[in-house]
Each structure stands twice: as structure tokens, then as C-alpha cells.
């Protein structure tokens, strides 16, 4: 079992930053990620990256923009996010993948575990 907890989401204004937090308890996963949906739309891939901090790999929509960064010894996930514009609106949500594969996947399906989600809204 792998327990993820976020934190962080806000009602900002275009043109801000903002970083949301995963807290991760429970089994070691290979892979952390952060997706996103907005009302009506289908989850989102935004970042992922390896727990050593390796192999960083980004949605084309926030490519520049987000930053996503790992801390093993507090097991928490950062999403630094730059410049944000109203489209980035959506709950966004942590998870994690146990599988050790060659580099991390932006599909849903290849994660396990989900966070509840977090709150993000852009205003313009």
C-alpha cells in the first residue's frame, strides 16, 4: 500500500507561482507523477520523475513551466509551477508507479496509487 496525501492547491491569479506538495507513506514506489483534470475533461499528464531525482519528464502543456522535484528524505514530491495562466485550473493529483521501468509514463494506467487531489485555480 502507498499512501499519497497533496497539498498546496490555491485560488492564485494568472501570472503567479504556486507549488503543490505529495506527502508519500507506505511502500517504495519507482516512479512519482502529477496529473490534472479540469471540469469535463479527461485526467491530464503533467510531470513525473524518479524517486533518485532522475528522469524528469514533462506534459507539452507545462513544458518551462513546471518543475517538478523529489525530496527522499522528507518522501515528498514537489510541483513548482511558473507563470500559471487559467487553463492550468484543475484539481491536480499525485501518484505513484511500483513498477521499475525504463522511464516514466505519462498514462494513467501505469500508476497505482492516487492522491485525493488538490484544488488549483487561475484566475485571469
Known amino acids: 500500500q502507498v499512501q499519497l496525501v497533496e497539498s498546496g492547491g490555491a485560488l492564485v491569479q494568472a501570472g503567479d507561482s504556486l507549488t503543490l506538495s505529495c506527502a508519500a507513506s507506505?511502500?517504495?514506489?519507482?516512479?512519482m507523477g502529477w496529473f490534472r483534470q479540469a471540469p469535463g475533461k479527461e485526467r491530464e499528464f503533467v510531470a513525473a520523475i524518479s524517486w533518485s531525482g532522475g528522469m524528469p519528464l514533462y506534459g507539452d502543456s507545462v513544458k518551462g513551466r513546471f518543475t517538478i522535484v523529489v525530496d527522499n528524505a522528507q518522501m515528498t514530491v514537489y510541483l513548482q509551477m511558473n507563470i500559471l495562466k487559467p487553463e492550468d485550473t484543475a484539481v491536480y493529483y499525485c501518484?505513484?508507479?511500483?513498477?521499475?521501468?525504463?522511464?516514466?509514463?505519462?498514462?494513467?494506467?501505469?500508476?497505482?496509487?492516487w492522491g485525493q487531489g488538490t484544488q488549483v485555480t487561475v484566475s485571469s
Open positions: 507506505g511502500r517504495a514506489a519507482f516512479y
Open positions: 501518484a505513484a508507479d511500483l513498477l521499475q521501468r525504463r522511464t516514466p509514463k505519462p498514462e494513467t494506467w501505469a500508476y497505482h496509487y
